[in-house]
């Protein structure tokens, strides 16, 4: 197929709109797969397959679609669908020329529509606006255009309506993709250049590369580098995906296909990663800045016992998400664990849940935290001042005599809700520390507003919260902007004063004391009543915040003595005194690991 007659897109929407539904129609309306009601997303099952290692199709598919009398191909292009992967969709939105902005004519535009909205507008790409759902009796199409309007200076007279669902408007949408997407600026002429936008592990093939070939051709045999790593492989076989493998023995530029060239580790396929023939040098995509994880967890088998078939889990999973990080962390509460990292809340939720699935005992996910920034002053120590250093782990929060300046990592937030919610939305925020950006009226009764919000006052209960109290209607997206500087403590807790590091968070310092004295407090409660009496307290750059005491039992070990003989009853007193004393000088408290857990756990 000419590069003229070839067209590649995404669909991008927000969760729940449909495009897995609409994915499945494509296909069929195309004859990729049997048109049959059963047959729903197809796509879907396969990536649950791949999850688990079995087969290996990604949610990209090449179509074949006639139009006019000629034949064009087709490719959709999966994307990660959220900006948590936002370095992600946008190397797959790199390889489209315009995207299906999918919306449901009945919820109307959410957070998530926003935030994928501006990706692929900042990319330049060409937006098809398709109205989902038109089946439904609450649709109302119209509002929803004005919304479009109104967000993003959509024309009305552009915007498609369909029922996926009920497959009505499917051809509409895809003479929309022939007519209104320009092909690829694809050169066959030129040297072989492919970009690496996704890529899995197979079990029997090893890593697998899903490129969009830009330039050039590739074939079986060939030998091929990768420009980050400046690794060699051969290729042992190409395949296109319709969504089932099709074997070929070479692609050319403007398609999409799997290389499989015997690549042992996920960590040799970056994606956003440039392929070309070893020897022959290109220019590679943009540059790509490595990921750095922002949200940290600790995890850890409720049982120990459990300890190898949980690592076994984690690091299946991990074969196939090159952006999880994972080090071996020992608490001495809670035994050998790890401590993952991931790109944001998104990304710590999808994989813990898979982690839930493939590992079918019950683990301990300590709650969220973010990676903070020092500038560290110029010392002994540093040598130079300027020096900067990523702090994700209390443990690891340094002298504060030491630091110059500290930085905590922001997001933009967006927030759509109905108007009737927006004192209770507004007052979450502020008390999140969030600064507003803007409010813009979307339609009569729903509202949008951007929040500058520090990353590590969402990552617990934000997402929760909103969505109580505006009764499940307000949906939340948000992007990282960078750092901005702040003013950060350690905030720790000692029990009859000895430091539990477990326990220790960092904390911005205006929340310092609120945090301190509900950490005490709740401690206090799950604890359990010992031998001798606990003090709890919390402590600040050396200043206890808040402090509670728990009382000791006192086991009477006179009571069975009836009155009488008191020389034995001082005795006995004397000696349980000396117990007592003995415990508190090694502070040995014995905590069950259950209070860990209770207190850890998200
Ligand atoms: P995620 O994969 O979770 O992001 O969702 P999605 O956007 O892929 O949505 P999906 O295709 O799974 O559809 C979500 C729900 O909407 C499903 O229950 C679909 O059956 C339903 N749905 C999709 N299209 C239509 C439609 O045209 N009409 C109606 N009534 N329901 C639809």
Not at 371 to 384: D, F, I, R, V
Not at 492 to 513: F, P, Q, T
Request: hydrophobic content about 40%; proline content about 4%.
């Amino acid at each position: 197929i000419p590069i003229e007659r070839i067209r590649n897109f995404s669909i991008i929407a927000h969760v729940d709109h449909g495009k897995s539904t609409l994915a499945d129609r494509l296909l069929e309306t195309t004859g990729a797969i049997k048109t049959n009601s059963e047959n729903k997303q197809v796509l879907d099952k396969l990536q649950v397959e791949r999850e688990r290692g079995i087969t290996v199709k990604a949610q990209s598919a090449s179509l074949l679609y006639n139009y006019g009398g000629e034949e064009y191909l087709l490719n959709l292009i999966d994307t990660p669908g959220h900006v948590d992967f936002s370095n992600e969709v946008s190397r797959s939105l790199s390889a489209c020329q315009g995207v299906i902005l999918l919306v449901d004519a009945n919820d109307g535009v959410q957070a998530q529509t926003v935030a994928n909205f501006y990706l692929a507008f900042g990319k330049d790409l060409i937006i098809i606006p398709v109205l989902n759902k038109i089946d439904l009796k609450n649709a109302d199409p119209d509002r929803v255009s004005k919304q479009l309007e109104t967000l993003f200076d959509i024309d009305p007279t552009t915007v498609l309506k369909i029922s996926a669902k009920l497959g009505l408007g499917i051809n509409e949408v895809l003479q929309a993709i022939v007519t209104r997407l320009p092909p690829p600026p694809a050169d066959r002429n030129l040297p072989f250049k492919a970009l690496l936008f996704d890529s899995w592990y197979d079990r029997y093939r090893g890593v697998l590369s899903l490129i969009y070939i830009q330039d050039g051709q590739i074939n079986v045999g060939d030998n091929i580098s990768y420009h980050h790593t400046k690794k060699n492989y051969e290729v042992k076989t190409l395949s296109i995906l319709r969504p089932q493998e099709e074997s070929l023995s070479n692609l050319v530029a403007g398609q999409i296909g799997l290389v499989c060239c015997n690549m042992r580790s996920s960590s040799e396929a970056h994606i956003g990663d440039t392929l070309y023939r070893t020897g022959i040098s290109v220019t590679p995509f943009s540059s790509f800045k490595p990921v750095r994880p922002m949200v940290f967890a600790g995890i850890y088998p409720l049982d120990q016992s459990q300890h190898i078939n949980l690592r076994s889990a984690i690091e299946k999973l991990a074969l196939n998400d090159s952006a999880v990080t994972i080090s071996v962390e020992t608490s001495p509460a809670l035994g050998q664990g790890w401590r993952l990292g991931f790109l944001g809340l998104l990304h710590l939720e999808v994989f813990t849940q898979r982690l839930q699935q493939e590992y079918d005992a019950e683990s301990i996910l300590t709650a969220p935290s973010v990676t903070y920034k020092m500038k560290l002053k110029e010392t002994k120590q540093t040598l130079k001042s300027g020096t900067e250093l990523y702090v994700s782990n209390p443990v690891h929060f340094p002298d504060p005599l030491l630091v110059e300046e500290y930085y905590e990592p922001m997001v933009l937030g967006t927030i759509i809700t109905p108007d009737r919610y927006l004192g209770a939305v507004m007052s979450l925020c502020l008390e999140k520390r969030g600064v507003q950006k803007s409010g813009t009226n979307i339609d009569n009764e729903r509202v949008m507003l951007q929040f500058d919000l520090p990353l590590s006052e969402i990552v617990i209960d934000f997402h929760d919260t909103l969505k109580t109290i505006s009764s499940g209607y307000a949906s939340f997206d948000y992007e990282p902007i960078g750092f901005i500087s702040t003013y950060l403590v350690k905030l720790e807790i000692l029990l009859n004063g000895v430091a539990v590091d477990e326990l220790s968070s960092i904390v911005h310092s205006s929340r310092a004391e609120i945090i301190a004295r509900r950490m005490v407090a709740r401690l206090k409660d799950i604890i359990p009543r010992q031998m001798i009496q606990i003090a709890i307290q919390a402590k600040v750059n050396g200043k206890i915040l808040a402090r509670e005491t728990l009382k000791a039992y006192r086991k009477d070990v006179t009571a069975k003595l009836y009155g009488g003989d008191i020389t034995r009853r001082m005795k006995l007193l004397a000696q349980q005194a000396a117990g007592k004393k003995r415990m508190k000088t090694v502070a040995n408290i014995s905590l069950p690991r259950e209070t860990f857990i209770d207190v850890l756990r998200k």
